[in-house]
Every structure is written in C-alpha cells, then in structure tokens.
C-alpha cells in the first residue's frame, strides 16, 4: 500500500491565489518530510523541508503546515505564479536504512 | 559544483537484451539511489548504496542489480530487459542518509521493444 499518500492529483489556480497540496502518511518513524517539485522533462529538485520538531516551515511563497499526532502535512503556495506550474512530490524519510518514499504527486497548473 | 550526471541520457534496447545506466556524482556523498518513475506511480526506489559494495534493495529491486565500487559511480544493471522496465531511471545522491538533500541526476529514458 502507498505509505505517501498525496491529494489532490491535480490542482488548478489563478495567479495570486493559494495552492494547498495535501500529503499523510503511514510510518510513525518517518521524520523528515522533504517537497520536491518537478518541472516537465526536468529530474525532481528540493523545494522544502520539514522535521517533527517544527509544525510550521516558511521559505518565501512556499509554507509546509505539519500534524504529528494527525501524520498529516500540507504545502501552500501563497500568491501563485505561472513559473510555479510543476508536480509536486511529498516525500517521507530520514532511516538510514531506507531511501526516500514519494507520494504520487500533485499536478499544480497556475494560469495568468 | 554540485552535480549528479548519467549516461546515457536514452537508451532503446530489444526485449533480452543487456542495459547498463551508469551515474556519476561529484561531492563525495556516501548515499547513492537508482529510482524509476512512471506515469501514475511516483517515484519508486530501486536500490540504494551506502558506500562501496555496500547496497540494499529498495521497493522494487526485482529485475535489477548494482554495482558500486567506487564512491563518485553507481551502476544499473538489467540482465535481459524486460518490455516493462521501459522507464525514466533517475539516480541520486544524498549526504549521509536520506534525512538529507536528494540530489537528482537528468534521468535515463530506456525504451525496451
């Protein structure tokens, strides 16, 4: 079963408007939860990244929100631009034995 | 500067035949990844390397083998492809363990026929 769960599978918005991307998962030992996003014909990149210790991280438009106790997160994109049209991968980790588990994706196409 | 590079880039190859992707990658990371994705599946992790001759499979290591001897390259091996393993491969690397940056290489379009 997927341990990364992410909604919706696609999300469309204005520019301007908030994007909110949504990612659970399963492994109660996962405890670094990295969005990569992914560009068409381009290899996924970093965008951001949360551990446990914070429920709330911040760089510039891009904010992940964090529930432990609900093994939920979220990523908003405030103030949504066309260059921010991308999939965007939740991802869980952080055991050295494991590599990184991806959720499926969420297709974000932000129209002018 | 920080690079993950693979070769080759595509790839076509008959049903039975051999394929090797090979990854190269500059910062000295212990932690090397092989990762397929298809439309619909995400990413999905292949392998995983910790070090020299030091690799473990991931999710879906059947059909696939490594090789890893030097830090900087980490193989891909398919001994008889399969029309089912046609992909994009990507490899990464990542400091230590994955509670660190992934870095991605450009990925391998293989196209088994």
């Known amino acids: 079963q997927q341990q990364v769960r992410q909604s919706p599978q696609s999300l469309t918005v204005w520019e301007g408007e908030t994007a909110i991307l949504n990612c659970s998962y399963e492994d109660s030992t996962f405890d670094y939860f990295p969005w990569y996003w992914q560009f068409p014909r381009e290899s996924p990149a970093l965008l951001i990244a949360i551990r446990p210790v914070s429920n709330k991280k911040e760089d510039g438009r891009f904010t992940i929100f964090f529930n432990k106790r609900e093994k939920k997160l979220s990523l908003h994109i405030t103030d949504s631009q066309p260059g921010d049209s991308a999939t965007y991968f939740c991802a869980a980790g952080g055991n050295y034995a494991q590599g990184l588990t991806f959720g499926l994706g969420t297709r974000v196409s932000v129209f002018p | 500067d920080m690079k993950v590079t693979q070769m080759p880039r595509y790839l076509i190859k008959r049903m039975g035949e051999n394929v090797l992707l090979e990854c190269g990658q500059d910062?000295?990371?212990?932690?090397m990844y092989w990762y397929r994705q298809d439309p619909g599946l995400g990413l999905q992790l292949i392998y995983i390397?910790?070090?020299?001759?030091?690799?473990s499979e991931g999710d879906i290591p059947k059909g696939y083998r490594v090789s890893r001897k030097k830090r900087e390259h980490f193989s891909l091996i398919l001994d008889s492809a399969k029309t089912n393993q046609t992909s994009v491969y990507f490899c990464?690397?990542?400091?230590?363990?994955?509670?660190?940056?992934?870095?991605f290489g450009e990925g391998s379009r293989l196209i088994v026929v």
């Open positions: 390397s910790y070090d020299v001759d030091s690799n």
């Open positions: 990464a690397s990542s400091l230590y363990d994955s509670g660190n940056t992934l870095y």
């Open positions: 910062m000295s990371h212990e932690t």
